[in-house]
């Protein structure tokens, strides 16, 4: 998959849109069955119980244990399946069957206020139409994954207009902060703990970290959307799917890891040749590993260099240490010259009532 070309940003000045229709400000197309006003989550505050579930890939008992030390030092309590770590279907954490119902457990249970994935790795395209939408929108929890978790953020918006959390895994990145991770971990935080959110303010700048990947301007100007995307190749995956990416007005943002730049190249013109990359208002590109420095730049160059809307590239998201957390659904705001991302409201709700 793709990896990190997206960056966290420091506090960052809230930004208007440049020209009445270059930069649209637009609401995500709702089909009929979808009309419906976006839910946020309540924040997390200590106490709080974290459901562990592993919808695509094994989890690693280990990393899952000094995950959930170090939630529980932190003051949260955390729910781990028994079957959680010992699961194994070939690639996959279980049957599909005991990967749903582990998840839509975890939903519908009273006690937890979040639902973080331990890892990604594969298997949530496998369980999409298992997946209790109904039970999530009468639910609404902190959601957390990124990677193959790229999926279930993409159903629940078109499903559920429940706002998720493109952000680091229990196993991948908040159980450790040495490297990049500690910065991870503390935009993490920021983003869904009610006790970070200074009392009458609502919004904030995504912080860059200080030593670590750059944001760079392909395309000037700024623009208002709904924060989509995720992962490349599960938004190419999703294409034609009742799951498919919705496109009018929004900001798209991507990351994958350990693809060639000829694969990155076939995602995005199966995504420019069904219209889509035409519709959204800006675009957030994070990093992108596995492939030749030189061919990647080309084919970001290709596909985004002539756009009439912003494109910030190299903002530190994906498969890399430096991996901000983002609210899949919120509405941001980007500035491609400022190289900054505003989250506009408040992705979670702050009143104490559950």
Not at 31 to 36: D, I, L, P, T, V
Not at 81 to 96: E, F, I
Not at 176 to 182: K, L, P, S, T, V
Not at 194 to 219: F, I, S, W
Request: glycine letters at 8%; one cysteine or more; hydrophobic letters at 40%.
């Amino acid at each position: 998959m793709l990896a990190t070309l997206i960056r966290t940003l420091p506090v960052l000045a809230l930004v208007t849109i440049a020209g009445p229709a270059a930069f649209p400000i637009a609401p995500l197309t709702v089909s009929a069955s979808e009309h419906a006003e976006w839910i946020r989550p309540a924040a997390l505050r200590v106490g709080d119980t974290i459901a562990f579930v592993a919808p695509a890939g094994p989890a690693d008992a280990e990393k899952v244990a000094k995950a959930k030390e170090r939630f529980e030092k932190m003051g949260f309590k955390v729910k781990v399946p028994p079957t959680l770590t010992a699961r194994k279907d070939r690639y996959l954490a279980g049957s599909d069957e005991d990967r749903a119902a582990e998840f839509n457990a975890a939903i519908k249970d009273k006690t937890v206020q979040a639902v973080f994935s331990v890892k990604g790795g594969y298997g949530l395209t496998r369980i999409l139409d298992r997946i209790d939408y109904t039970a999530i929108r009468e639910n609404p929890k902190i959601i957390v994954g990124f990677s193959d978790l790229t999926a279930l953020h993409l159903a629940v918006a078109k499903k559920c207009r429940v706002i998720t959390f493109h952000a680091p895994m229990p196993q991948y990145g908040l159980y450790r902060d040495d490297e990049g991770f500690g910065y991870s971990s503390e935009v993490f935080w920021r983003t869904v703990r009610a006790d970070q959110y200074p009392k009458g303010e609502n919004g904030y700048t995504v912080a860059l970290p200080q030593n670590g990947p750059k944001p760079q301007r392909l395309v000037a100007g700024k623009a208002k959307g709904r924060l989509v995307g995720g992962n490349l190749t599960l938004v190419g995956a999703t294409m034609g799917t009742p799951y498919e990416i919705e496109a009018e007005g929004n900001i798209l943002v991507l990351e994958d890891t350990g693809e060639k730049a000829y694969r990155i190249d076939r995602v995005l013109s199966q995504l420019k040749l069904a219209g889509l990359l035409d519709k959204f208002a800006g675009f957030v590109l994070g990093t992108f590993d596995g492939s030749d420095e030189k061919e990647l730049d080309t084919v970001i160059r290709e596909y985004f260099g002539h756009r009439k809307v912003p494109v910030i590239t190299n903002f530190p998201i994906g498969h890399t240490p430096f991996n901000a957390t983002l609210p899949h659904g919120g509405l941001i705001e980007i500035d491609a010259d400022a190289l900054t991302v505003r989250v506009l409201e408040n992705p979670v709700t702050l009143d104490a009532k559950r």
